[in-house]
T-cell receptor, first 110, second 113 residues
Framework: RKEVEQDPGPFNVPEGATVAFNCTYS??????FFWYRQDCRKEPKLLMS???SGNEDGRFTAQLNRASQYISLLIRDSKLSDSATYLC???????????FGTGTSLTVIP | EPEVTQTPSHQVTQMGQEVILRCVPI?????FYWYRQILGQKVEFLVS????????KSEIFDDQFSVERPDGSNFTLKIRSTKLEDSAMYFC???????????FGDGTRLSIL
């Protein structure tokens, strides 16, 4: 089983839509979870950390389900500028080695 | 906002040559990382560095790779005797403490001919 798995998509949604991505991880001892976004041929940029109680930042909501070992990202009221690849990132073992998912591609259509 | 800077932005090298990729992490960060991303593939962890030594490394980080913090600001990745399959984007990242979000530089595109 891969350390981190994501549905690669692509997700094509109209502006204003709500879209959700899931990510599963294999190591139950993982401690830190993040969502990053990556634009084509650019560096990953932190979108948000994921906390046990769930957290929200504007139109973005992240949740963690430790029992089922998955994290999710919900984007409300999608904007054209949300078009990117969304990367799920999880730390492993001692906490100093981070694993990236393959990314989920999102295109928001006018 | 402080940022991680990487040089050069693009490096073209003949197979078998040595390359050094340079990074200046955010100044008050203590943990430093190198990742690579082969075109069209996922970001892969190479190595983490803390307190002047490697703390973790992946299977990719074999004997041809080394890292160094030669002074108080630079963090370098050296690849000895490059291979065609080393062609990728190499990202440096840093974080303030363990388990905190990592901030990425904009990468060095390495092309091996």
């Amino acid at each position: 089983r891969k350390e981190v798995e994501q549905d690669p998509g692509p997700f094509n949604v109209p502006e204003g839509a709500t879209v959700a991505f899931n990510c599963t991880y294999s190591n139950s001892a993982s401690q830190s979870f993040f969502w990053y976004r990556q634009d084509c041929r650019k560096e990953p940029k932190l979108l948000m950390s994921v906390y046990s109680s769930g957290n929200e930042d504007g139109r973005f909501t992240a949740q963690l389900n430790r029992a089922s070992q998955y994290i999710s990202l919900l984007i409300r009221d999608s904007k054209l500028s949300d078009s990117a690849t969304y990367l799920c990132v999880v730390n492993m073992r001692t906490g100093n080695q981070f694993y990236f998912g393959t990314g989920t591609s999102l295109t928001v259509i006018p | 906002e402080p940022e991680v800077t990487q040089t050069p932005s693009h490096q073209v090298t003949q197979m078998g040559q040595e390359v050094i990729l340079r990074c200046v992490p955010i100044s008050n960060h203590l943990y430093f990382y190198w990742y690579r991303q082969i075109l069209g593939q996922k970001v892969e962890f190479l190595v983490s560095f803390y307190n002047n030594e490697i703390s973790e490394k992946s299977e990719i980080f074999d004997d041809q790779f080394s890292v160094e913090r030669p002074d108080g600001s630079n963090f370098t990745l050296k690849i000895r005797s490059t291979k065609l399959e080393d062609s990728a984007m190499y990202f440096c990242a840093s974080s303030s403490t363990l388990n905190q979000p990592q901030h990425f530089g904009d990468g060095t595109r390495l092309s091996i001919l």
